[in-house]
Structure formats: structure tokens, C-alpha cells
């Protein structure tokens, strides 16, 4: 068995795409999967299952989530270890955090094309942009007037494409606790 994360693009923001968690819990179930927990209410799933290929797992919850819910929703799978690389990376170690500042990691579908600038700061210094991996990219904004996180979503969706989601940095590190934790 392989552990993962399921990162679901968009469900439960700005009540938009609402399901509920334990129905979401349920649709994972219904795939076979075991130990299915959620994190936090915006599509964040965690589940064990013996497929080692996350294409196939992302294919099979993307077939369930439309015919459950009628929903077209990106989602992002991840396995244990490759959360654990993130973390492990230390992506902001270097990032200056003050009460303004945001941490995000935007995932990935696919891998990127091309090259990340590293340290692209398109809003004035207020946008730092970490590239950490071909399926991540870590950003560090500095909150102020034209810079905030809705411009951060929509600098990435312009320059990379929509296939992507973005978690805060504390909620990849919970998930991580989470899936670093004992099991039962």
C-alpha cells in the first residue's frame, strides 16, 4: 500500500464546489481506498491504496467525483514520500516572514514546462516565487495594496496553466504531520 494525499482544486472555497467531507470520505471508500481522512474542509483527502501509479488513482477519483457530485475538479496526488521531500527541502528557509507574509505551495498536474525564474517577483519586491521541484512552486507574497493572494492565483493560472492548486504552507505541513503519524 501506498499512502497519498489528494489535493482537490477549488472544493469548498468561496462556496463553490461544496461537498461535504464525510461525503467525500465516502466516494474515496467506495474506490477501495483505506484510511481515508480529510484535512481541513477545502480537498484535502489522505488515503492508503495498493495502486502505485498516481495517474491511475487521479484518473479513478476524477471518474468518482463526477458521477457522485457532478463535479469537474482538478486534482493533484501526491504520495507520502514526496511530501515528505517537500517539507524536507525547506522551501522558505530563507523567506523573512512577518505578519503580512503568505507562504503557498501550488501543485502541479503535470510536470512544468520549462524553467521557473527563481525569485520572479512581478509585483515589486512583494512576490517571490521558489521553484522547488517540476510539480511545485513555492511562493512567499508580502501582503499590500496589488499584491495579495488572489493576484498570486492568478500570476500562476496565467503563467503556468489552471491545472493547479495551492495550499497554504501550514496546511502541507499539517497534512504532512498527518501523514507522518502512526497509523490506525
Not at 476524477?62 to 511530501?83: C, H, N, P, W, Y
Request: proline share 4%; net charge positive.
Amino acid at each position: 500500500m501506498t499512502e497519498y494525499v489528494a489535493f482537490l482544486r477549488g472544493i469548498n472555497v468561496g462556496g463553490n464546489k461544496k461537498i461535504k467531507m464525510d461525503a467525500l470520505r465516502s466516494a474515496f471508500e467506495s474506490l477501495g481506498f483505506q484510511r481515508v481522512r480529510t484535512v481541513l474542509a477545502s480537498g484535502n483527502v489522505l488515503f492508503d491504496a495498493a495502486e502505485p501509479d498516481p495517474l491511475a488513482i487521479t484518473r479513478q477519483i476524477q471518474e468518482k467525483l463526477s458521477s457522485a457530485f457532478g463535479l469537474d475538479v482538478g486534482i493533484m496526488v501526491r504520495t507520502r514520500r514526496q511530501i515528505g521531500d517537500l517539507v524536507d527541502a525547506d522551501p522558505f528557509s530563507a523567506v523573512k516572514v512577518t505578519p503580512d507574509t503568505r507562504l503557498y505551495v501550488t501543485f502541479f498536474a503535470d510536470r512544468l514546462r520549462g524553467k521557473l525564474k527563481t525569485r520572479h517577483e512581478p509585483h515589486q519586491e512583494a512576490l517571490k516565487m521558489l521553484g522547488v521541484s517540476s510539480g511545485e512552486v513555492c511562493s512567499a507574497i508580502e501582503l499590500s495594496p496589488g499584491a495579495g493572494t488572489p493576484e498570486l492565483m492568478k500570476f500562476i493560472d496565467k503563467e503556468f496553466g489552471r491545472e493547479n492548486t495551492t495550499r497554504n504552507w501550514n496546511t502541507v505541513l499539517k497534512i504532512h504531520d498527518k501523514m507522518a503519524g502512526p497509523i490506525g
